[in-house]
């Protein structure tokens, strides 16, 4: 299991949320980097999980703010939302911050931090292609088929799941060094909005796991939550799912 404090260091636990439905999503599109807004179901899936996260016990503290005998469990309190740079990402983690906030009378006290790296896979050459067009346009033999799925391995200029593994270790040695040793001196989570490949590719760069494996067991829908921490092994790490399957 990747382990990503040391005993001189608090224990951060990582949520990764996947952005709500975007307007490529909506349209059977492969998004990539191209910067669509949420749809009005994006938003309120961002909404439906924000409001189960915040009857579960989860809270977002305001900047100034350390977690006390007073606050939840450190699982569950929120210190920090970091977002993609994408469109998508940003809106659902403000409907988030917005949600779980503990600042009522100044809800944007908490600003959504932006990490390049939580940005979606470069889909090369099927960045705008049509979903239904993977398996003509890449070929079956550099198509990994999931039930309803088809993850494209290989096109040109797209990064390959190899490179989404490469990426994610590079943010957890961020997180590790820059966020988890930056005067954090106590337990607590961040919660990092993303998107569908990346979000599982960070997932398996956490635990360790085959990349392939990974793509096989399950699918990242939107608005989905994922828990990331030491103490919680990686057949627990569904915090909260949706069955939407949008690439």
Known sequence: MKTITSQKQPMINIYIARHGQDVDNSNGILNGHRNEPLTELGRRQAEDVGKQMLQEGFCLLPNSQTTSSSTPSAKKTI?????????RAHETAKIFAKILSTDASNEQSNTVQILDDLIERDFGIMTGMPISSILEKCGQDHVLSIDTINYFLDPENAETFPDLIARGKKLLTYIDTEICGNGVNEDSSILLVTHGDF??????AYYELDWKEVLKQFHFGNSEVLLLANDSPPEKAHVFETSQYNS
């Open 199 to 204: 979000g599982k590719m960070l997932y398996a």
């Open 79 to 87: 210190r920090a939302i970091y977002s993609s740079p994408l469109q």
